[in-house]
Every structure is written in structure tokens, then in C-alpha cells.
């Protein structure tokens, strides 16, 4: 299990030093581990001049997965567009071929009280969001601004998907399901597009191989109301990259905190990044006050999908869960008058829950 370990800036270091410590007390345990760091982002620029420095690109095709943790700080801001910290994430999303962005928003009993919606509403929230990561209308050419006949400047983008772009994602999406609740939902907006109108016969043609898993569309409208309507009627939810983008952020508010949310980015042979959704916190950067746990969950679902060990990944949530059920919060999860345990505190109690 070769894993290539990114850091990043702000809080990454941090976070993802919990996670090593996770990893570490797995390999005590039996697992055969490798690890080895390499910067990103702003660190990138820092040590080679570059948000993806050649090594680390070749670190990470060479691990069999990536854990990342954030990447960004107001030192960077002042940077050319290409050398930006994002930068390195979008090049390595590329150079990975990271099409399938796998984003649960699971509500842990104990923190019922954060989600923005009512209790009753989200109480066993489980849902995953698949979107496709590498195509849709952030990509698609011809893009660009122009002076149109009427002499006025305008601004174009080109929403555009392949047939065997919209099977490999719409197979993700069935094969998540059947790996869960059985229901899969794709978003698309066919009343008007003829991206989504192809996009829904494939994916329709596609549920015969999977007499297994019941399939509905709606429309990326109506989904974005759903979802905060009465969002437990979701099991999986598959769509493109900009429905995708908004919908799954619309989604995290449900599960509470920002620091509770993993995600995994696949490639076709289940090579994965895992990260967490947020950013690097430059706010509170240093103070050991992040929340390392949606770091800690993404190596769930890494055991999960690129090592295909369901078992450890179980593992690894029921020692979250457990830490939350002994009353651990940090700031981000504390309601007020609750007592807050730092970055360090939060992993060390995992570790100890891991057992
Ligand atoms: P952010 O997600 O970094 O922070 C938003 C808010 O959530 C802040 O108040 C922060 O303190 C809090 N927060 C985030 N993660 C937390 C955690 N683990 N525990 C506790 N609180 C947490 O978003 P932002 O402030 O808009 O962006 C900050 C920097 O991060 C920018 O440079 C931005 O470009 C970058 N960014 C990077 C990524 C990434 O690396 N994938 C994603 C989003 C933003």
C-alpha cells in the first residue's frame, strides 16, 4: 500500500499529520504501509517554484493512492494564475485522470444539533454524491469572449459530454449504489440541454446491466430543492461537473461542519486522492484548532476504494464515530458551552479508539 502523503498549506499540515498518525497505528497492526510526503500548493512554490512540483507529480503517479490535505494562504494570493495553489490540485486531478469525485454526506447521530437543517430532517442522513470531474462546461471548447453581430462583447462557455464519458461515470454511480442502498438518482436538466438529453438516454440504456439498482432522474432544480426538502430519500446521486459542484456543496451543509466531510477522486482502476472539502483554514492555521476528522475519514475511503478493505475502513469510522460518542469536539462541532479538544487531542483519541 504505497500512499503518497501531500500536506499542503494552512491547516493541511496539521490534519494530515493526524492522519499519519493513523496510518502509523496501522501499521503497527499488520498493514504493509509505505508513506512518503512531498509538498503542493503554496509549499510547492515554496520548495521548487512550482504548485506541482515534477517530483511530487511523479511521487504521486508512482503511489497506488493520495491523501492531500488543503492547499492556499493569503501569501499566495498575489501569484501569477499558473503558479497558484490550486493550480497543483486541478494539474494533479489531470495528470491523474481523477474523473469520478465521490462525496458522501453522512450525519453522525451525535451531531444532529450542527446540521443547518431541522433534526427530524436529517437524522440518518447517508448520501453520496458522484460527480464527474473531468469534463461538462469547465472544460469543454470552445470557451472564451468575443464581439457578437450586434457589436456587444459577450462571454461563451461549451457544455459537452461523450457517450464514454457519461458511461464511466453513470457506471460508478451504479456500482456505488449496489454497494449501498440500491437507489440511484441522475441529475440532469433534459428539459433543456441536449448534453442532458444524451446524458439520459445513456445512463437509461445503462440500467438494464443493473436490474439490481432502481434508477430515477430529476432535474438538477428540482434535486437542488429535494435536498433540502427531504433529503433522506437520496441514496447515491450521479450528475455532471457543474450540477455536480453546486449540489455537492448544497449537500455538506446538510452533515454539519465543513471539518467532518471526506471525498475521494477516482480514476479508472480505483487509483484515488482523497481529501478533505475543505480549505486550508488560513484563519486558524497553527493554533492546533482544525478538525483532522474529515481527513481521517477520507482514509476511510481509501481502504475502502483503492484497497478494496472494507473491513479497515470500517474500522476507522467506528473510531470516529466512537470519539464523538464520548463527547470529544472540536471548535468547528462544539455547540456553545461545550468544552473544545484541539487537532492533536482529536487524533490521539482516534488512535486510542482504533485499538
Ligand atoms: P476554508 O474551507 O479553508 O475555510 C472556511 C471556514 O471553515 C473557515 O472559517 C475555516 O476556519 C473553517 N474550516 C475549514 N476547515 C476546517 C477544519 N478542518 N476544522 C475547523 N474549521 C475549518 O475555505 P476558505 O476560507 O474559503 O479558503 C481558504 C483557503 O483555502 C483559500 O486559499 C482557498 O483558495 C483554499 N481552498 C483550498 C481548497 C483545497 O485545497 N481543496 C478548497 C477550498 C478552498
Redesign the pocket.
Known sequence: MKIAILP?D??GPE?VGEAVKVLASLRRAGLPIETETAPIGGAGYDAAKHPLPDATLELAQAADAVVLG????PKYDTLPRALR??QG?LRIRKALGLFANLRPALLYPELAASSALKPELVAGLDLMIIRELTGDIYFGEPRGRRRNAAGEDEGYDTMRYAVSEIRRIARVGFETAKKRGRKLTSVDKANVLDTSILWREVVSAMAQDYPEVALSHMYVDNAAMQLVRNPKQFDVIVTGNLFGDILSDEASMLAG???MLPSASLDANQKGLY??I???????AGQD???PL?TILSLAMMFRYTFARADVAGRIEAAVRAVLAQGLR???IALPGERAVGTRAMGDAVVAALG
Open positions: 499542503g494552512g491547516i490534519i488543503a492547499v492556499g494562504g495553489p490550486e490540485i461542519s465543513i471539518g481529501e478533505p475543505h480549505g486550508s483554514a488560513p484563519d486558524i484548532k482544525a478538525n474529515a472540536t471548535a468547528d
